[in-house]
């Protein structure tokens, strides 16, 4: 038997737990349902133009300045931590973002995920929006995959694809997405239809500030990241390495007193800068930078040979063997 769900002027009843509140009436389907009683496709595209445009929210650049949550460890100013009392949507307490919990079964085109999200009406809150990309990388939990998201925190949520509302530098109408199978991060173009959570900020009153002003302070060939609180190797070894190797000369980097690492694949990706490509990075904090892939700390999750490159010709992070040789960024 098909189960359908419809749409009252105003009201949606489906896996968001919220209300769009875009227009008259429209109707939605469980996962998996793609036909009517008699047989017939159905048909959301007049539903779809008949939706009425909401505005779409800029992210707000106090939320820029963060720390990275870390699935990896458990105690700590950067340990995954969110808190899930309200009612349909998760708050990380690390971000401060506020993120929806159940998912809404469509697939839509990067506009119309943004209108969607625009819509949104959850928990009594309004003001969500699509992800950017880094805030959207931020909530993949690394350590899992079929999803690389934590299923109590999100639960449902399916190995699909993600849109977020960053567009790509030196493609005109490709965005980027990620993809929570495994959690790899990259761009297609935005007519594509994969699946969107909505985020918004934190109420008025919440602890997140703004950023400082400089995003990188330069010193003796060290790049202190203002936002992630992390210092950067400036000046890179010409040579490629295997995973392994790569690991170990950072480990063993004496300079500035020592205590590097390779970084992990949210670190790494939290210098790409997605105005620019070939290399997508800030060119005066990090002169010289080739448009190569760079290995991250990050093995890939149930996997013994294969760990995480971010490529810097525009950014995007995948899997890949550990005994191809890649170039290293160290941090600490």
């Not at 896996?15 to 429209?26: E, K, R, V």
């Not at 079929?146 to 005109?172: E, L, Y």
């Not at 191809?324 to 941090?331: D, E, K, Q």
Request: net charge negative; hydrophobic share 35%; with cysteine.
């Amino acid at each position: 038997m098909v189960t359908l769900r419809v749409l009252l002027p105003g009201l949606l009843i489906g896996a968001s737990g919220g209300s769009h509140g875009c227009g008259p009436a429209q109707k939605t389907h469980d996962a998996g349902v793609n036909d009517t009683p008699d047989g017939a496709p159905l048909d959301f595209t007049a539903d779809r133009e008949a939706e009425t445009s909401c505005p779409v929210t800029a992210p707000s650049s106090r939320f820029a300045a963060w720390p990275l949550p870390d699935p990896t460890i458990r105690v700590g100013p950067t340990a995954q931590d969110y808190d899930t009392s309200s009612t349909g949507v998760a708050v990380d307490r690390v971000t401060n973002l506020v993120w929806q919990r159940n998912l809404d079964a469509e697939t839509y085109s990067s506009s119309e995920a943004g209108t969607h999200c625009a819509c949104l009406d959850l928990d009594g809150r309004s003001g969500w929006r699509l992800p950017t990309r880094m805030e959207l990388i931020s909530i993949v939990d690394f350590t899992r995959r079929s999803p690389a998201i934590d299923p109590g925190v999100f639960p449902g949520t399916p190995d699909q694809w993600f849109w977020t509302s960053s567009p790509v530098a030196d493609k005109p109408g490709f965005v980027w997405y990620i993809y929570f199978e495994t959690g790899f991060s990259k761009f297609i173009d935005g007519e594509s239809r994969y699946r969107v959570r909505c985020v918004r900020e934190a109420d008025a009153g919440s602890d997140a500030k703004e950023p400082p002003s400089e995003h990188y302070r330069v010193a003796d060939g060290n790049v202190f990241d203002t936002r992630t609180g992390l210092t950067w190797q400036q000046t890179l070894d010409p040579t490629m390495r295997p995973w392994a190797d790569a690991t170990a000369t950072c480990a063993a980097l004496t300079f500035a007193g020592g205590g590097w690492r390779l970084p992990n694949m949210k670190e790494l990706q939290s210098l790409v800068d997605e105005a620019r490509a070939d290399p997508a990075l800030d060119p005066t904090a990090f002169p010289d930078t080739p448009p190569d892939s760079f290995w991250t700390s990050t093995r890939v999750a149930g996997t013994t040979d294969s760990a995480w490159r971010v490529s810097f010709s525009q950014g995007y992070a995948y899997d890949e063997n550990v005994m191809y040789a890649y170039r290293a960024r160290c941090v600490r």
